[in-house]
Structures are given as structure tokens and as C-alpha cells.
């Protein structure tokens, strides 16, 4: 009988997760089922679902004939995750909490928990998602005598750094979400869905059984914590700062916002009174207020640039590319989803980057994820502190320049002679 690799696959409950740890098994690996619970939901006074995840992951376990685990993180994800989470709405900043949860804790404590626990030679999710260690022998089930124990784990060492590639499905990837992983969990994660899409992971799971599963809507809320009235979820732990609301055209109040926390730039301000829309443009933390301006696609919400802080190159640290020229053409995105935009990157010394792009975007946004591509390759990610000036800034400044030329007293000639 061929030797049986341990694979521990993060169970959530949802049908990605549950067709990964099908594929596991058929592929003949020793799979082991793990339900991670991250929230408690004691302290809150909204729904949670957490308790019924776990019961369908369990299902589902017992569907495959597979041992099942549950592991909480709780602490973990308070102290790691939202405390920072909070911290970053002080700040003024929008982060991104499913980028830190999986940072710090499925690929952190999580991978810990699996490899060095529970004795795991890999973990899996159901990310859609693709490493380049896909379809290399490590993870293949080829052999036909017990090799040596540490075999497995010594390929991981020994081969060239893991890459992270988009997953086949394009409209369902999730590399925007993976651009913090460490290289080390990297190298011992499978991805079983990479060269699925969506309908045939649905299919497999209909195929399987798992109703139970397919039935659930998918997650879109905040990480771990589900869907919320994100005003009010935030004021339960944040003390509210009440501040005006400001044109950012000729500086006069137009009402009055809970806190800044509360608003991310190029949303809709809901302002009491007021004819036609506005849209938050600013903020300035130490006054309180929140610039808005009158229409949707206002120059004030587009810029070319950003840098971040210390950037996570997920494979080479940083790329060669950058090290020779200290620049390097690659393309950008900071929502999941939006349009790749051509950009440069520029390295700085302290390993934070500089991103010009190819053209102004809306609403770049302080605290979310700067993540670069090449191709079809994931580079990493860094969290954005800094905005180059808007197109209404640039503008203005032109005009004023403009002004002040044309009001410039003409030379006094000099006499003749």
C-alpha cells in the first residue's frame, strides 16, 4: 500500500472548503478536518453563525470519513486582528481585515497548529488560488513504498521559494486576500480549487452530498464576524467623535458625521438637508472634520500615487528586478476584483514603495492594501500611508501658478544708450 501524506484542510463550513477536503481525499492523502473559530460570539449582540459552521463542517467530515477538529483563536484574532482593525479607524485609515485574518492567523497560528500539532506534512484551503508547487512531485501521491518520514517536509526546504499565481477561475480569485502570507506557510499550503471554477466546485459538492452546504449564502462580511450595519458595529467599540462634514470646494459646513471611523473615502455621505449627493473626498483627524465634495467622480477623489509602509514581497524579498534598477513596471489593485492598473513601484531604504499609476484612480484609500501582479503572479502587498496629491489639488495648483503668472508686473526696460 502506498505511503499516505497528512494534509489538515481549514474547514469553514462553506462549500469551497468542503470540496477541498473531498479533492484531498480522492487525491489519497490522510485529510483531517479543522473548524477555526475566531469570534466570540458571547460578546456580541448581532447574529453569529459560527456555531452553525462548525456543525456543517462536521457534517461534511463525517460525509468523508474524516477526523474533525476544532481549534479557537479567539484571543489570537482579538489581539491581532481587530484590535488593529480599531487602532486603524483611529488613525483615520479603512484597513482590511480578511487580509490581516489571514496573515495572522490561518497562515500563522493556523499553520502552526497543523504542521506542528497535529503533525500535519501540509495544509489546505479552499482559496481560489495557485502556488507553484501545483503540480510539482511534493505534492503528488506517486509512491508505492514508505519513503523516510521527513522526506516530505526536507522538499519544502530544499526547492526553489513558493509563487503565488492567480487561481483559474478569475472572476473567483483570491490572491487580493493571500498578499500577505508568509513564504514559510506558503511552501506547506495546497490550494485544491486552483484550477476550478465556482460552478464546478458546485457541482463536485452537489455530486458529494454536501446540500447543507450549498444552500448557505456566501460570506461577505467582515472576516470571521459576518454581516453588519458597519456604523453601529464599529461605535460599540469605538467612542463616537462627532465632526462636521466640510465642502472641500469653498470650505463651508454642510452637517454634521458620528466619527470618521465611520466613513471611507469615495462613499456617500449621508448628509440631513442637503439637495443632491456628496462624497467623502478627506479627512482630518485632528479637527474632526470629513471633506465632501458635490458628485460622484469629483477630481478630489483621484490620484496617481500612493506608498505604503514596509512592503511583503511573498517570494523574493524584494524582487531582483527592483534591487538592480530601484524600479520596476508591474500592475496594481487595492479593492478585490477592480481592473489590474499598470504602475512603477520605487523601493525605498527603509523597504517601503512608492507606486505611481498609469493613470488617476478613485478613491485610493489610507489603511487598504496596495497588492502588486506580474502576469499571473501575486508579488505581495503593503498596507497604503501615504497619498500623492488629487487631481483637485494638482488642478488648483495649476490655476493659482497660471494666476500668479499673469499677474506679474511686466520688466522695467532698460534705457538706451
Same mark, same amino acid.
Given at each position: 500500500m502506498g505511503y499516505i501524506r497528512h494534509v489538515v484542510c481549514a474547514m469553514s463550513g462553506g462549500v469551497d472548503s468542503s470540496v477541498a477536503a473531498l479533492l484531498l481525499k480522492r487525491r489519497g492523502y490522510s485529510v483531517t478536518g479543522v473548524f477555526m473559530k475566531n469570534w466570540d460570539s458571547l460578546d456580541e449582540t448581532g447574529v453569529c453563525t459560527a456555531d452553525k459552521d462548525c456543525e456543517d463542517a462536521y457534517r461534511v467530515c463525517q460525509t468523508l470519513d474524516i477526523p474533525f477538529h476544532q481549534v479557537s483563536y479567539v484571543k489570537e484574532y482579538w489581539h491581532e486582528v481587530f484590535s488593529q482593525l480599531l487602532k486603524e479607524y483611529e488613525r483615520g485609515r479603512t484597513p482590511n481585515p480578511d487580509i490581516l485574518c489571514n496573515k495572522h492567523i490561518k497562515f500563522n497560528h493556523f499553520h502552526k497548529y497543523a504542521v506542528n500539532t497535529l503533525g500535519a506534512d501540509a495544509m489546505a484551503t479552499g482559496h481560489y488560488a495557485m502556488t507553484s508547487q501545483e503540480d510539482e512531485e511534493v505534492f503528488q501521491q506517486t509512491h508505492t513504498a514508505p519513503p523516510s518520514s521527513t522526506l516530505f517536509r526536507d522538499r519544502f526546504e530544499i526547492r526553489n521559494p513558493a509563487r503565488l499565481y492567480k487561481g483559474a477561475d478569475l472572476l473567483k480569485d483570491q490572491t487580493f486576500f493571500l498578499s500577505q502570507i508568509p513564504q514559510d506557510a506558503l511552501r506547506q499550503t495546497m490550494f485544491p480549487l486552483a484550477g476550478l471554477t465556482k460552478d464546478f466546485v458546485k457541482k463536485m459538492a452537489a455530486e458529494a452530498g454536501f446540500h447543507h452546504v450549498l444552500k448557505k449564502k456566501e460570506s461577505m462580511g467582515i472576516c470571521f464576524i459576518g454581516e453588519r450595519n458597519f456604523g453601529n458595529f464599529i461605535l460599540e467599540y469605538l467612542e463616537p467623535k462627532p465632526g462636521n462634514f466640510v465642502s472641500i470646494e469653498d470650505g463651508t459646513v454642510k452637517g454634521r458625521h458620528k466619527g470618521w471611523f465611520t466613513l471611507t473615502l469615495g462613499q456617500r455621505a449621508k448628509i440631513g438637508g442637503q439637495m443632491g449627493p456628496w462624497f467623502v473626498v478627506d479627512k482630518d483627524i485632528d479637527t474632526g472634520d470629513v471633506f465632501v465634495a458635490p458628485t460622484t467622480n469629483h477630481p478630489a477623489l483621484f490620484r496617481d500615487t500612493v506608498r505604503t509602509d514596509r512592503?511583503?514581497?511573498? $517570494?523574493?524579498?524584494?524582487? +531582483?528586478?527592483? !534591487?538592480? $534598477?530601484?524600479?520596476?513596471?508591474?500592475?496594481?489593485?487595492?479593492?478585490?476584483?477592480? +481592473?489590474?492598473?499598470?504602475? $512603477? !513601484? $520605487?523601493?525605498?531604504?527603509? *523597504? &517601503?514603495?512608492?507606486?505611481?499609476? &498609469?493613470? +488617476?484612480?478613485?478613491?485610493?484609500?489610507? *489603511?487598504?492594501?496596495?497588492?502588486?501582479?506580474? *502576469?499571473?503572479?501575486?508579488?505581495? &502587498?503593503?498596507?497604503? !500611508?501615504?497619498?500623492?496629491? &488629487?487631481?483637485?489639488?494638482?488642478?488648483? *495648483?495649476?490655476?493659482?501658478?497660471? =494666476? =500668479? =503668472?499673469?499677474?506679474?508686473? +511686466? =520688466?522695467t526696460p532698460e534705457p538706451a544708450g
Open positions: 512592503f511583503h514581497w511573498v $517570494t523574493f524579498d524584494p524582487p +531582483p528586478e527592483l !534591487v538592480k $534598477t530601484q524600479m520596476m513596471e508591474c500592475h496594481f489593485r487595492f479593492i478585490h476584483q477592480m +481592473p489590474l492598473i499598470p504602475c $512603477t !513601484v $520605487t523601493l525605498n531604504m527603509n *523597504g &517601503s514603495v512608492w507606486i505611481t499609476l &498609469s493613470q +488617476p484612480v478613485r478613491a485610493l484609500t489610507p *489603511g487598504q492594501f496596495a497588492v502588486l501582479y506580474k *502576469g499571473d503572479e501575486c508579488l505581495g &502587498s503593503g498596507k497604503i !500611508v501615504q497619498l500623492g496629491p &488629487s487631481e483637485y489639488t494638482l488642478q488648483r *495648483g495649476r490655476e493659482r501658478l497660471v =494666476a =500668479a =503668472a499673469q499677474h506679474k508686473e +511686466p =520688466a
